[in-house]
């Protein structure tokens, strides 16, 4: 008789690891308006060539090198990190740009309705079929991104973007499988060449402001790929000694910050229909959490049983 793997229990030093992952993520928007004057496409281009070289010198003290190297030689395997490399530009470049343009509400609303996002991938790539109670937190989902569209004047693109490259990115980096820092690195190599272009460029138009703007400048702008790379590996280390449960609740403590920041700190406007539209968003989040908890413990509880016997 065989036993399926017991699920990761929670532990002390995982839910720390995690926590740390995720205020990382949320006090992210401080970081990004101290880079100024660069613009979001330039901090971009540091964050991409610059997490690139950090995580090569993670990889290479971490022996992961010949692992690494294997990857350029699986043609299907780079064909989806260099879709996922594209997912995760676009990411971080709506990102960098509301939170650098006065959208750290908005950018914090795309991470609030990703995993809805997620499901909706699953149900038209993956043919899912969702529970009732997911169909439920879709819809109402929906509306409140209605009510917010209405509310804006336009569609909450910034938050549309987060989201659906977000979601996207992580269904490919499932398909392919990896580990966090060889696919992390694979895909900052395939988008490096296209930064270091366009840095170029911005030199010889005398727009860069690297390296033109004193020495504090030079050291934050090398410091988004150690702010990009350590909450990832926080969050590896964690990912191992967690349930899906508790992830599942963990990940909303990034974009309550940032909207407590947008509010707060960077003194962001909430209208009454603003606020109508964030709690339908978080009545909808609700909804989907409680109900994928109380599945994920049915499914363990099935499987419990099976094994007994």
């Known amino acids: 008789m065989t036993h399926a793997p017991a699920p990761p229990q929670n532990d002390g030093r995982g839910i720390t690891l995690g926590v740390a992952a995720y205020l990382c993520w949320g006090f992210f928007p401080l970081y990004w308006p101290l880079l100024e004057p660069a613009g979001a496409l330039e901090i971009l281009a540091h964050r991409i060539v610059w997490s690139l070289v950090f995580v090569l010198a993670l990889i290479a003290g971490t022996g992961r090198w010949r692992a690494f190297t294997a990857i350029a030689r699986q043609s299907r395997l780079m064909v989806a990190l260099t879709l996922a490399s594209i997912t995760i530009a676009l990411n971080w470049g709506g990102f960098i740009y509301g939170v650098t343009n006065g959208h750290v509400i908005e ?40 009510v917010l569209a209405v509310d804006y004047g336009r569609p909450p693109w910034v938050a549309l973007l987060v989201a659906f490259s977000f979601a996207t990115y992580g269904f490919l980096k499932k398909k392919a499988d990896l580990g966090t ?39 934050l702008l090398v410091g988004t790929g150690v702010v990009t790379s350590i909450p990832l590996l926080l969050f590896g280390a964690a990912a191992t000694r967690l349930s899906l449960s508790t992830i599942g609740l963990l990940q909303y403590l990034g974009p309550v910050l940032q909207f407590v920041l947008g509010l707060l700190v960077f003194d ?31 499914t363990l509880r099935v499987a419990a049983e099976s094994a007994a016997y």
């Open 181 to 219: 820092f060889e696919g992390l690195g694979m895909e900052t190599l395939i988008l490096a060449p296209f930064a270091l272009a366009f840095l170029v460029v911005l030199q010889l138009r005398g727009e860069l402001a690297f390296g033109h703007e004193g020495a504090g400048n030079v050291l």
């Open 107 to 146: 950018t914090s609303l795309g991470y609030f309705i990703n995993p809805l996002v997620t499901v909706l991938l699953g149900v038209f790539v993956l043919r899912e079929t969702l529970r009732p109670a997911q169909w439920v937190a879709v819809a109402i989902g929906g509306a409140a991104v209605v």
């Open 268 to 298: 962001e406007a909430m209208s009454a229909a603003r606020w109508a539209g964030f709690v339908l968003v978080w009545t909808a989040l609700v909804i989907f959490t409680v109900d994928a908890v109380r599945s994920r413990r049915q």
